[in-house]
């Protein structure tokens, strides 16, 4: 309920407008963004020897995502517990960047920009290279 209505005044058709247009081109800036990031995802799955087309499922993205930073399947649990979630996304991110021979800064830019850092990780001249585990590394016999 906004102010003009507690008034008992009918809002300005131009004020109501305003704000449909100033709505509608927040949701084409968000929408062209989502885009940005998913080709970017697409390439960067591509790149690393995985479908593409797995950018587009909402979980199992992140199961590619965690395949391509080295991390077991299982850390895709830790996504769901909050505070927990942020630590593992940029872990995950430094991981992935790492895997693509790129650095921490560029593994943060991952995390917290990732309209503008997946798409030069994909489109770019990156390539990617897993780390081999460490020795002494898998289970115990």
Do not use: C
């Amino acid at each position: 309920m906004n102010f003009q209505m507690l008034l008992g005044q009918q809002p300005d058709a131009a004020v109501t407008a305003a704000g449909g247009i100033a709505g509608a081109v927040f949701m084409l800036v968000w929408l062209a963004l989502l885009v940005v990031v998913i080709a970017g995802l697409w390439k960067t799955f591509e790149k690393a020897g995985k479908p593409g087309w797995a950018a587009l499922i909402p979980i199992y993205n992140m199961v590619i995502l965690l395949e391509i930073a080295g991390k077991p399947i299982w850390w895709l649990l830790l996504y769901f517990i909050p505070f927990v979630n942020v630590v593992v996304h940029i872990l995950v991110s430094l991981a992935v960047a790492e895997n693509f021979g790129k650095d921490v800064l560029f593994g943060l830019g991952l995390s917290f920009l990732a309209f503008i850092f997946f798409p030069i990780l994909g489109f770019g001249d990156a390539v990617y290279r897993p780390r081999s585990p460490a020795v002494g590394s898998g289970p115990a016999v």
